[in-house]
């Protein structure tokens, strides 16, 4: 009793999981080591799956190619040695036996099961010689040999599990054993964090019936209500970061108000050399509203590639500068900011605006004239990379922060720019087309534009696939194309885990293709290694037509615009993600010739690969694209890299579960709408936990 005298008043998210009866030390730091420190941490350590004795078939009745799962007792289990040694584990469940083979893990699965245990696997169903088999089944034992079953229900939960969890004795049975003890000892006081009227007005159950439920339910619709209740608790709580975060905003310090739209800004507009697009125009004029407006801008400009939000950017640092304040453009990658730099300064030479350009690299003297150029305020546009934020970079007027490519940096990152001036106008811009399941998430603190069409005489780029062994028939192609006086990418990948072996391999395929494969015609070669003067010098020789064909890594996936290109060779395409794919195919058809994208796929080619090459055949539409990357890579890889605050969801899915999304949102804006302190007494177990759970991960939230 002692045990949990002195947690009688402490809440569960500090009472040490050590306190649950049967947690010695071995489990108790088997546990701490996958991050389950408290009682409330081992409640919410969620079953993976759920075995539903519903669905249990009987071995007699088992279909050969059929997927299924049984239920039965070990009546053998031993290495069958030879050519290929294997682990054979024989089941019965009275009706028949079936064998289970694994050709992996011979040191440990001998020890996982004993003569008599009670195990469920689920897998293939095959047959050999006179006996049902599985390959490689998915297996969880559920009682001990000289036990009782911990677990009669029709609904069994099963939990995330390893060898290490193993030894401390905490697969799913120890599992369930645990949590059965955790819940009668401190189920009753699990404390409700929602108010009653939203539970009733989203039919949510308790939270301390979703609790027990998740873990033992007591019907299959106790655990729908269960598992809905815990979603939208984790929806709620990162809408209601969002909602807070925007409150931050809107009441925060006045913006600036930039109300002029002087004669630089009209003529620059009428010396383009296009049209801009009804969408390029629309999206400007919420940009100027906000501008003018006293509250800081906080957009997010969505375009597919190709869609011309540079330009819109441009105008809207134009408009800064007019208002005598500066500009900066912040780009992830070097050729990236010196791309934006020479077509920024090509579009405003005439119009007395100084450009300068502060990247990694520069000489000491280059760099210390620039920065005395941004701090006495005679720089108006600063275009860079992460140089921008560094300390030491000081600007005398900052009204107008632009970031390119948002997904590449963090929220940090972001508030660091803005800092480096009196509450500047923030423009971020993506050219990776946000799901809007997402835009609800990651950007739900943002209002959002976006360009939803090409410029006018824009064809259409022909995407197909091709394997292999049709490099000869593409090289022609693309020698075809070089004559009539096009220009052409061909772009081998390049991963972290395979660099040295990837560069090597794009950089033989150069040599090759200069020397035989396209020679007498002008190639070109690029990659990430090269000194920042080199990769200038080679891509200004590729926009002046003097290369005709280069040969690339993915370096040049974002910004490169050259409108002569009109055909994206790209080699061992099953390798690429969807979102680099689209972006490297928007690299061709920017002219107003018809362009080609070529995927070249080497086997074997997984099933998901070929879903994103049959993607890219089928659509251009870069946000049916993200959708399709959405569903394949999951929300918390879409962006290769996890945005910096954005908490990770341990039961809800921004794909599947976007309707809930949709009523959390609306909960938790309306919400910090009516009480945007959570000051209220009936607010405080919410204001409690988002404090608790979330001040320290998104420290740009403030709840004063």
Request: aromatic letters at 8%.
């Amino acid at each position: 009793m002692q045990k949990r005298s002195n947690t009688q008043q402490r809440p569960l998210s500090e009472i040490p999981v050590a306190a649950v009866p049967g947690v010695g030390t071995t489990k108790a730091k088997a546990l701490r080591k996958i991050g389950v420190e408290t009682v409330e941490d081992l409640l919410y350590y969620f079953p993976r799956r759920y075995l539903d004795r519903s669905d249990i078939r009987a071995i007699k009745d088992l279909e050969v190619g059929t997927d299924a799962t049984v239920v039965g007792r070990v009546v053998s289990a031993q290495i069958q040695r030879g050519r290929r040694s294997r682990f054979v584990l024989t089941l019965s469940d009275g009706t028949g036996f079936l064998q289970c083979v694994w050709f992996h893990g011979l040191q440990f699965l001998p020890k996982a099961f004993n003569k008599g245990d009670q195990v469920a696997v689920s897998g293939r169903v095959g047959m050999f010689g006179h006996f049902f088999q599985m390959t490689h089944p998915e297996f969880d034992r559920l009682s001990a040999a000289n036990g009782t079953p911990v677990h009669t229900s029709k609904i069994i939960p099963l939990y995330p599990s390893s060898q290490a969890l193993d030894r401390a004795q905490l697969d799913s049975r120890g599992f369930r054993r645990t949590l059965h003890a955790c819940l009668t000892t401190f189920g009753a006081r699990i404390v409700e964090t929602l108010p009653d009227e939203i539970r009733k007005r989203q039919k949510l159950t308790t939270l301390r019936y979703a609790l027990q439920n998740v873990h033992f339910p007591e019907s299959a619709e106790a655990l729908r209500h269960a598992r809905r209740r815990l979603k939208f608790d984790e929806l709620f709580y990162l809408e209601l970061l969002l909602a807070l975060r925007r409150k931050v905003l809107e009441r925060g310090q006045k913006g600036l108000v930039l109300r002029q739209v002087g004669e630089k800004t009209r003529e620059l507009v009428s010396r383009l050399p296009f049209e801009l697009t009804p969408a390029q125009r629309r999206v400007l004029r919420e940009i100027y509203a906000d501008m003018r407006s006293d509250r800081p801008m906080h957009r997010l400009l969505q375009g597919d590639v190709g869609s011309g939000k540079t330009v819109v950017a441009l105008v809207a640092m134009l408009m800064a500068v007019e208002n005598g304040y500066q500009a900066a453009i912040m780009a992830p990658t070097e050729i990236l900011a010196e791309q934006h730099f020479l077509n920024i300064r090509s579009f405003l030479q005439e119009l007395d605006v100084r450009v300068r350009l502060l990247i990694g690299g520069q000489s000491a003297a280059e760099r210390r004239e620039i920065l005395e150029e941004v701090a006495s305020g005679e720089a108006d546009i600063v275009v860079g990379t992460h140089a921008l934020i560094q300390e030491g970079v000081t600007f005398a007027k900052l009204g107008l922060v632009v970031i390119d490519e948002q997904h590449r940096f963090g929220v940090v990152q972001r508030r660091l720019l803005q800092e480096k001036g009196p509450n500047p106008d923030v423009l971020v811009m993506t050219a990776t087309p946000i799901p809007r399941t997402l835009s609800l998430t990651l950007y739900g603190d943002l209002d959002v534009s976006v360009i939803d069409e090409l410029p006018a005489g824009r064809k259409k780029v022909r995407t197909v696939w091709r394997p292999a062994e049709k490099r000869g028939a593409i090289y022609n192609f693309v020698r075809d194309e070089v004559r009539k006086g096009r220009q052409a990418y061909i772009v081998f990948p390049l991963v972290e885990e395979s660099e040295k072996s990837d560069l090597k391999a794009a950089t033989e395929s150069y040599e090759r293709m200069k020397e035989s494969v396209f020679r007498g015609l002008r190639v070109g070669l690029l990659h990430g290694r090269m000194p920042n003067a080199e990769k200038e010098a080679v891509m200004r020789a590729f926009k002046s037509g003097e290369v005709q064909i280069l040969v690339s890594t993915t370096v040049i996936e974002v910004g490169v615009d050259v409108p002569n290109a009109t055909v994206m060779v790209i080699e061992h395409a099953e390798r690429f993600g969807l979102t680099q794919l689209h972006q490297l195919r928007g690299r061709v058809g920017r002219g107003g010739e018809q362009s080609y994208c070529i995927l070249v796929a080497y086997e074997p080619i997984s099933d998901e690969a070929k879903q994103r090459l049959e993607t890219m055949v089928k659509t251009s539409d870069g946000f049916k694209i993200a959708e399709v990357d959405l569903r394949l890579r999951g929300p918390g890889e879409f962006f290769g890299t996890r945005q910096h605050g954005f908490p990770a969801l341990r039961i809800a899915d921004v794909v599947h579960d976007y309707g809930l999304l949709v009523k959390a949102r609306e909960e938790a804006f309306r919400l910090i709408e009516q009480d945007p302190h959570l000051t209220a007494p009936e607010h405080q177990r919410i204001r409690d936990h988002f404090l608790r759970h979330y001040r320290e991960r998104l420290d740009f939230v403030k709840v004063a």
